[in-house]
């Protein structure tokens, strides 16, 4: 069932109240002018979010806010440079003073000592050498003038009493990718937020080739797609079994003000999903073979876009729209299974997602207050619609779940371990009951079915099977 106007608006303000069988579409929150989206969001006009250098940077910079974490920092002439902290690069920054204005920040007490000190407690003259030493300097800043992709712009920093506008140049640039092997695409954009991005491998292939989807993970509000993968391991395996890969950056929880706040990352894994097959030819994809993978929270996505019904809408006027999110198989590695708190409670006894559904998690908000509001979040239907538990359904594809940590003993729970295996079994039951293939592993725990010895061999061998139609 294709989703209207008037149930898009429920989702973005109140909630699906109760109807949990309608479809959201990812287009709408993730790609549509920020003009369109007043009916969806809690809008502010320009607001992407803060930069960091952790993500895309530094070849990938954007106007608009900013913060940079230096790493190394040293005062000369009419500014300074700084060597940023980043996943993927070293590189070296001059920073040159042309002009400043007062701000009402007053300059704290630096404790020198601290792992992060901050620029607004120093005056920009004033600051302190760092070499090396461990410590990281945050400077929030507004950037502008981008040229040559970020070798070159006009930033604003934020020191004590003034902020300060400078000419910023990059002196130095390497490559340190954290694979053996570097993507062929790097920072594919799927959406004009400076998180939704592609790292591409292309398998070499005549024909066209499958896709497999990482996702990593980082609690939907940390991590970045230039990590380890997201946990899941078999790059070159992928590759050599004629497997492309993508991995992917997504907003993280709450970005845009999307409520609720979990919608901006799932929404995201769909639509990276439609904009890949939206580029099939050109980047030689089979439409038909497209998996999911992740760990922790990217397991979840991976789940949930799995379980999801089709987000693809063909009465769209954005071809990316139009295309399907459907997925052939999906694997989550240590991940959660559900966003009910009162089934996390009962399943494994932990305090966790009180930050998924409440956009403005109030003043000393607890896991209590998250269990005390779940029927207001069943009635709006955030649950039911964002939950991979409730949404696994006959038509869902097989999946595979592995944990790193023992299976606990028969009534044991482990509240402090958000990684635990006993997320695992509940959905195992479910998915038997409908009938729908899932393989499980944890520690002490073997999959019964040897045709799949692993994570990566089962991705693989579904990849090649003939599409279900």
């Not at 497999?212 to 797609?225: A, E, N, R, S, T």
């Amino acid at each position: 069932m294709k989703t209207t106007n008037k149930l898009l608006a429920l989702l973005g303000i109140a909630g699906l109240a109760g109807l949990s069988n309608t479809t959201c579409r990812a287009a709408d929150a993730a790609q549509a002018p920020y003009e369109s989206r007043r009916d969806l969001v809690t809008w502010t006009p320009g607001e992407l979010g803060i930069q960091t250098f952790r993500d895309d940077w530094p070849d990938k910079i954007y106007a608009g806010p900013a913060e940079f974490r230096a790493l190394e920092i040293e005062p000369v002439k009419d500014g300074f440079t700084f060597k940023p902290e980043s996943y993927f690069a070293t590189c070296a920054y001059k920073a040159v003073k042309i002009s400043s204005t007062p701000n009402n920040l007053k300059p704290g007490k630096p404790d020198l000592a601290n792992r992060f000190l901050e620029s607004k407690d120093f005056h920009v003259d004033q600051l302190p050498r760092l070499t090396g030493s461990g410590q990281t300097l945050r400077m929030p800043a507004v950037i502008s003038d981008v040229k040559n992709g970020g070798a070159a712009f006009t930033a604003v920093f934020s020191f004590a009493e003034e902020d300060v506008t400078c000419k910023v140049e990059r002196t130095d640039y390497q490559i340190t990718y954290s694979v053996a092997l570097p993507p062929q695409i790097r920072s594919m954009r799927y959406g004009p937020h400076f998180r939704q991005t592609i790292d591409f491998w292309k398998a070499e292939s005549d024909k066209p080739t499958p896709v497999l989807v990482m996702i990593h993970g980082g609690g939907w509000g940390g991590g970045c797609k230039t990590g380890n993968g997201g946990g899941i391991g078999g790059l070159d395996t992928f590759l050599k079994q004629g497997i492309s890969v993508a991995r992917i950056n997504y907003r993280f929880n709450g970005m845009d003000h999307l409520t609720p706040p979990v919608a901006a990352p799932l929404l995201d894994a769909a639509r990276a999903v439609q904009f890949l097959r939206a580029k099939a030819a050109e980047l030689n994809i089979d439409k038909r073979r497209f998996a999911a993978a992740g760990v922790s929270a990217g397991g979840i996505s991976s789940l949930w876009l799995a379980f999801h019904p089709d987000l693809a809408d063909p009465n769209s006027s954005d071809p990316v729209a139009r295309e399907s999110s459907r997925l052939v198989c999906a694997g989550g590695q240590d991940t959660p299974t559900t966003l009910d708190p009162q089934q996390e409670q009962d399943w494994t006894g932990l305090k966790w997602g009180y930050g998924c559904f409440e956009s403005s998690p109030r003043p000393g908000e607890t896991f209590q207050t998250f269990l005390d509001r779940r029927d207001e979040f069943l009635a709006k239907g955030y649950i039911q619609e964002f939950s991979p538990w409730y949404l696994a359904a006959h038509d869902s594809p097989p999946v595979y779940l592995g944990f790193g940590s023992p299976m606990p003993k028969p009534g044991e729970k482990e509240p402090g371990n958000i990684h635990t295996a006993l997320w695992g079994p509940p959905l195992m039951e479910k998915m038997k009951s409908l009938g729908v293939e899932c393989h499980m592993t944890a520690q002490g725990l073997k999959d019964a079915d040897p045709a799949y010895p692993g994570f990566v061999a089962f991705i693989c061998q579904k990849l090649k099977e003939e599409p279900r139609k």
